[in-house]
C-alpha cells in the first residue's frame, strides 16, 4: 500500500455508498436505471479519478521529464508518483520495475516482440491455456513465425478450470515462456499462478501473467505469485483508458532490447548508433500517457480506501447469487463453473442468439457483454460461437442481478 493510501482511513465497504462515488451509475438508459454488467470490458469510474484527471489538465499540465520550468517538473512528479502508487499496489520491489504502456495488449506485445525475439529459438516452445484473450495469442503467433518457436496449448476442463496435471504434461525442456491469464474474462476461472511458475522455472521458462482481469478481483501480489511478467490494463481497475502496466523482473528489464524506438528511450544518438536509457524510460518511447497515468494512481488511491477484503466478498456473493439464479430462468445455461471464479459469468439461452439477447436485455437498461469475447479459440473448445456475459464490479448489487433475471424472463418471451 502506497504511504499516501496508509495515511488514510479506510473505509468500511457499504454498496451504497461506493454507488453514490460512480457518478454514471445514477443515469438511465431507455429511460430504465442503468444496470452496468459489463465491468470485465471496461469498469466505471469513480469521481474521484475524474477529479484528479481534471485536476492534472486543468492545473498541472505540461509535458513530462523535459521541462526545465515548475510545470513540468510537477506533472513529472505526478506521473512518477503514479508509477509508485502501481509498484505498491503490486508489490513490486522497485519503480523501476513499472513500466507504463497503452493497456494490457500492449504489455503483452512488448514482451512478446522484445524478450520473445531475444530468446526463442526454431522449436522452442510457448506454453499458453485454451481459455486465453486474444491479446495473449496472437502477439506470441507473430513472434513465432520470425523466430520458429512453436505454441503448444494447455487444455481445460469441462467447468472451465485448469489442472495444474495439465501444465505438467505440456511444459517441458523445450519451453521457454508460459503466458497466461491471471482470471478468464469469459469464465471467470482464477488460475493457479504460484503452482504454474514453480512448474515454469523448473525448466528454466519465464511466466507471463495476463493480469487484466486478475488485478481487479485479486489482491495481487507480483513477489508471492513468483511469476516473471504481469500485464493489465487501467480502464478494467475503475481507471482511465489508454494507460496500462507491464510489471516484469528487474533483471529481465535491463536484459531486454527496446520495443519502440523514440524519444524518451535514449541515453545518447547519433545517426550511427544509439544507446539506451535504464528501463522503465527504455520502454516508454514517446510523450507516455500522462494523465491517464495520474488517473490510474487515483483509481489505485480510491481502492486503497476501501476494504477491499469486504469488497472481494460482497463481488463473490453477486456471483453466487447469480449462479444460483440465472439457471431457474428456463433455457439459461452458465458457462464456467470452476471452483475458484471471479465475478464473471458467461451464460447462454436455448433458442436465442447473445448478441440478440443483449440487445433486449439492453431495452431494459441491463448492460452485458455478448459474442465471443476476444477468446475464439474457447468458443470452439466450448462448441458455442459466442456467449453472453454478466460481470460484475465493486457497485453493483443483488437487486441488479434481480433486474438481470426480470429481464431475461422478458426476453425469453421476446426471442422464444
Ligand atoms: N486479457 C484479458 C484477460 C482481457 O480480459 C482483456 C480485455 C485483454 C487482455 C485486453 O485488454 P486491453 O485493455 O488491452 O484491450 N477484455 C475484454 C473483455 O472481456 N471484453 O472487452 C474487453
Known amino acids: 500500500m502506497s504511504a499516501l493510501a496508509r495515511t488514510l482511513p479506510i473505509r468500511a465497504f457499504d454498496v451504497a455508498e461506493i454507488r453514490m462515488?460512480?457518478?454514471?451509475?445514477?443515469?438511465?438508459?431507455?429511460?430504465?436505471?442503468?444496470?452496468?454488467?459489463?465491468?470485465?470490458?471496461?469498469?466505471?469510474?469513480?469521481?474521484?479519478?475524474?477529479d484528479a484527471?481534471?485536476?492534472?489538465?486543468?492545473?498541472?499540465?505540461?509535458?513530462?521529464?523535459?521541462?526545465?520550468?515548475?510545470?513540468?517538473?510537477?506533472?513529472?512528479?505526478?506521473y512518477e508518483a503514479a508509477r509508485e502508487k502501481v509498484r505498491a499496489f503490486i508489490n513490486a520491489t522497485s519503480d523501476s520495475e513499472i513500466?507504463?504502456?497503452?493497456?494490457?495488449?500492449?504489455?503483452?506485445?512488448?514482451?512478446a516482440a522484445s524478450y520473445g525475439r531475444m530468446v526463442l529459438k526454431p522449436g522452442d516452445e510457448i506454453v499458453l491455456t485454451a481459455l486465453e484473450h486474444h491479446s495473449n495469442i496472437v502477439p506470441w503467433q507473430l513472434i513465432a513465425e520470425q523466430t520458429g518457436a512453436v505454441i503448444k496449448v494447455v487444455p481445460i476442463n469441462a467447468d472451465g478450470s485448469v489442472s495444474v496435471d495439465r501444465f505438467a504434461d505440456v511444459i517441458c525442456a523445450k519451453t521457454r515462456i508460459v503466458a497466461v491469464a491471471h482470471v478468464s474474462n469469459v469464465l471467470g476461472t482464477v488460475l493457479p499462478i504460484e503452482l504454474i511458475a514453480q512448474l515454469s522455472h523448473k525448466v528454466g521458462a519465464k511466466l507471463l501473467v495476463d493480469g487484466c482481469q486478475g488485478i481487479v478481483h485479486e489482491?495481487?501480489?507480483?513477489?508471492?505469485?513468483?511469476?516473471?511478467?504481469?500485464?493489465?490494463?487501467?480502464?478494467?481497475?475503475?481507471?482511465?483508458?489508454?494507460?496500462?502496466?507491464?510489471?516484469?523482473?528487474?533483471?529481465l528489464l535491463a536484459a531486454m532490447p527496446p520495443y519502440q524506438g523514440g524519444g524518451e528511450m535514449i541515453a545518447i544518438v547519433t545517426f550511427e548508433k544509439s544507446t539506451w536509457a535504464e528501463a522503465p524510460a527504455k520502454f516508454e518511447a514517446g510523450t507516455p500517457p500522462i494523465v491517464p497515468a495520474i488517473g490510474l494512481g487515483a483509481a489505485i488511491d480510491y481502492l486503497n480506501g476501501i476494504d477491499?477484503?469486504?469488497?472481494?466478498?460482497?463481488?463473490?456473493?453477486?456471483?453466487?447469487?447469480?449462479?444460483?439464479?440465472?439457471?431457474?430462468?428456463?433455457g439459461v445455461k452458465l458457462v464456467g463453473t470452476a471452483q475458484n471464479k471471479a465475478s464473471v459469468q458467461s451464460f447462454t439461452?436455448?433458442?436465442?442468439?447473445?448478441?440478440?439477447?443483449?440487445?433486449?436485455?439492453?431495452?431494459?437498461?441491463?448492460?452485458?457483454?455478448?459474442g465471443h469475447h476476444c477468446a475464439q479459440p474457447l468458443m470452439d473448445v466450448l462448441g458455442v460461437t459466442a456467449t453472453a456475459?454478466?460481470?460484475?464490479?465493486?457497485?453493483?448489487?443483488?437487486?441488479?442481478?434481480?433486474?438481470?433475471?426480470?429481464?431475461?424472463?422478458?426476453?425469453?418471451?421476446?426471442?422464444q
Open 53 to 78: 484527471m481534471t485536476q492534472a489538465f486543468e492545473c498541472e499540465y505540461a509535458n513530462v521529464h523535459r521541462g526545465a520550468y515548475w510545470l513540468s517538473e510537477k506533472a513529472t512528479t505526478n
Open 219 to 251: 489482491q495481487v501480489d507480483v513477489q508471492a505469485l513468483g511469476c516473471d511478467f504481469y500485464a493489465f490494463s487501467g480502464h478494467k481497475l475503475y481507471g482511465p483508458n489508454a494507460i496500462g502496466v507491464l510489471w516484469a523482473r528487474a533483471e
Open 21 to 50: 462515488d460512480f457518478p454514471i451509475l445514477s443515469r438511465q438508459v431507455h429511460g430504465k436505471p442503468l444496470v452496468f454488467l459489463d465491468s470485465a470490458a471496461s469498469a466505471q469510474k469513480p469521481r474521484a479519478v475524474l
Open 389 to 415: 456475459r454478466a460481470s460484475f464490479g465493486i457497485y453493483n448489487t443483488r437487486g441488479e442481478v434481480d433486474a438481470l433475471i426480470v429481464a431475461l424472463h422478458k426476453a425469453r418471451e421476446v426471442l
Open 308 to 330: 477491499r477484503t469486504a469488497a472481494a466478498a460482497h463481488e463473490r456473493d453477486l456471483l453466487h447469487y447469480a449462479m444460483a439464479e440465472l439457471p431457474k430462468v428456463p
Open 99 to 111: 513500466v507504463f504502456t497503452k493497456g494490457a495488449t500492449d504489455a503483452i506485445n512488448l514482451v
Open 349 to 370: 439461452m436455448d433458442g436465442a442468439h447473445p448478441h440478440d439477447l443483449a440487445t433486449v436485455l439492453d431495452r431494459s437498461g441491463v448492460c452485458v457483454r455478448a
